[in-house]
């Protein structure tokens, strides 16, 4: 095999190599959950009160589902009851959803107060009939680690 033929069949292995690696990263969109003694935790929507789906059978839509239909309307508390974001504005009468990161369950407060489950997460409605209007979010003991401005 002459060293031009060489050089391109090496070429073309690498490249086919960048190309499955990233197909591979594209399947898996979001880590696994692990609690602290590294279990593998399977996040499901908390249907509690507070939901705007209270009373759906739990899982009626999967994190991964979630993620994706909220990537743009999502508060996610982590640890330490730290938001992100810590500010955003939503239209009237959206949904957003509220992802709780941590191996605690929290109580939260976004208009009402309800409690999330240990690596769970709640979809909840914005609404207000005085607007624009600021919502504070507040995280077990922590006030306004987040603040939510909702207009028209």
């Known amino acids: 095999m002459n060293k031009d033929k060489k050089i391109f069949v090496e070429l073309a292995i690498v490249v086919i190599l960048v190309v499955v690696g990233f197909w591979i990263m594209g399947k898996s969109s979001t880590a696994p959950v692990v609690d602290k003694s590294g279990a593998e935790v399977t996040p499901v929507e908390d249907v509690s009160e507070g939901s705007v789906n209270v009373g759906v059978p739990a899982a009626s839509i999967s994190y991964t589902q979630a993620l ?15 938001a992100n974001p810590n500010n955003a504005t939503y239209k009237n009468n959206s949904s957003i959803m509220i992802d709780n990161r941590s191996d605690k369950v929290r109580t939260i407060k ?9 690596y769970g997460f709640k979809i909840v409605n914005l609404s207000s009939a005085t607007l624009p209007t600021t919502w ?8 306004n680690v987040a603040t ?3 207009q028209k």
Request: proline share 0%; charged share 30%; hydrophobic share 35%.
């Open 148 to 150: 939510i401005l909702i």
């Open 110 to 118: 976004v208009g009402s107060t309800f409690s999330i489950k240990a």
């Open 136 to 143: 504070y979010v507040d995280c077990d003991g922590s006030q």
């Open 68 to 82: 994706t239909k909220y990537k743009d309307a999502r508060i996610q508390l982590d640890m330490d009851c730290r």
